[in-house]
Nanobody, 116 residues
Framework: QVQLVESGGGLVQAGGSLRLSCAASGRGFIMGWYRQAPGKQRELVATITSGGSTNYAASVKGRFTISRDNAKNTVYLQMNSLKPEDTAVYYC?????????????WGQGTQVTVSS
């Protein structure tokens, strides 16, 4: 069982920045951030492998940066140039196991609200 603890959400004006952090109690071969806006499905924001390979949703590419500290089992999401459409609950995720046999773990979510 892997527990994930997120922090860093809040209210920010459009154009501002926030940094999310997620500390995991165990290591996953891939860690990432997803978000869910009211009335919408949860969507991928960004992922990063233990080797540092990253993947971003087209809507955040160039504005958000994902990074991780393997020694601390922590993943970060630096969000710049925030837009009102970035408003959502952001969830940390890690996949523990192997690429063809893994378990998904989720954090409790942290609210990000961007005002116009």
């Amino acid at each position: 069982q892997v527990q994930l603890v997120e922090s860093g959400g809040g209210l920010v004006q459009a154009g501002g920045s926030l940094r999310l952090s997620c500390a995991a109690s165990g290591r996953g071969f891939i860690m990432g951030w997803y978000r869910q806006a009211p009335g919408k499905q949860r969507e991928l924001v960004a992922t990063i492998t233990s080797g540092g390979s990253t993947n971003y949703a087209a809507s955040v590419k160039g504005r958000f940066t994902i990074s991780r500290d393997n020694a601390k089992n922590t993943v970060y999401l630096q969000m710049n140039s925030l837009k009102p459409e970035d408003t959502a609950v952001y969830y940390c995720n890690t996949k523990a196991g192997y690429s063809n046999d893994y378990v998904d773990y989720w954090g409790q979510g942290t609210q990000v609200t961007v005002s116009s």
